[in-house]
């Protein structure tokens, strides 16, 4: 199968490789709320915020595709939502003040803010690499990351931290 950068507006790419579009996982904390007119204590809606960090872009050079990307298989488990036999590692850099947003009528509100222009953020010079899951294995996730690879014009140098 042939792995591939799928492109996106705002200077967002992703991860596939196959059928497959991977994710960072995000770790998250559940909350029960109680939303009068929509649930109660014995059914209330569940609120899952992000417990990990998730504020990371992409650094791959496209060129070298085949040698940043790492597929590994592994043996089919009896819940493969849970353990997805199958993950992508990549290198990802974290991009300081790329935080999650309030909505403007409930603060406890938050939700993903569009992709950052890494222009004016800072850009970590550390590279990690990271283990991406396909999309359907993950509560929360990351699928389309801003792309802060140092190669190409110069839109996507990223300051370094």
């Given at each position: 199968?042939?792995?591939?950068?799928?492109?996106?507006?705002?200077?967002?790419?992703?991860?596939?490789?196959?059928?497959?579009?991977?994710?960072?996982?995000?770790?998250e904390?559940?909350?029960?709320?109680?939303?009068?007119?929509?649930?109660?204590s014995?059914?209330?809606?569940?609120?899952?915020?992000?417990?990990?960090?998730?504020?990371?872009?992409?650094?791959i050079?496209?060129?070298q595709?085949?040698?940043?990307?790492?597929?590994?298989?592994?043996?089919?488990t009896?819940?493969?939502?849970?353990?997805?036999?199958?993950?992508a590692?990549?290198?990802?850099k974290?991009?300081?003040?790329?935080?999650?947003?309030?909505?403007?009528?409930?603060?406890?509100?938050?939700?993903?803010?569009?992709?950052?222009?890494?222009?004016k953020?800072?850009?970590?010079?550390?590279?990690?690499?990271?283990?991406?899951?396909?999309?359907g294995?993950?509560?929360?996730r990351?699928?389309?990351?801003?792309?802060?690879?140092?190669?190409?014009?110069s839109?996507?140098?990223?300051?370094?931290?």
């Amino acid at each position: 199968m042939q792995t591939a950068l799928s492109h996106w507006p705002d200077n967002g790419v992703g991860v596939e490789h196959g059928p497959l579009v991977y994710s960072l996982p995000v770790k998250e904390e559940w909350t029960a709320l109680v939303i009068p007119r929509y649930s109660t204590s014995d059914f209330p809606c569940w609120n899952a915020m992000a417990a990990s960090s998730w504020n990371y872009g992409l650094a791959i050079d496209e060129e070298q595709l085949s040698s940043e990307i790492q597929v590994r298989r592994k043996p089919m488990t009896e819940d493969p939502w849970i353990e997805p036999p199958i993950i992508a590692t990549v290198p990802l850099k974290k991009i300081e003040g790329w935080e999650l947003s309030a909505d403007e009528k409930d603060q406890n509100q938050k939700y993903t803010p569009s992709l950052p222009d890494v222009t004016k953020h800072s850009v970590a010079a550390e590279t990690e690499r990271i283990a991406l899951v396909p999309y359907g294995a993950t509560h929360l996730r990351l699928t389309i990351f801003p792309d802060v690879s140092a190669s190409g014009d110069s839109t996507k140098a990223a300051k370094p931290v």
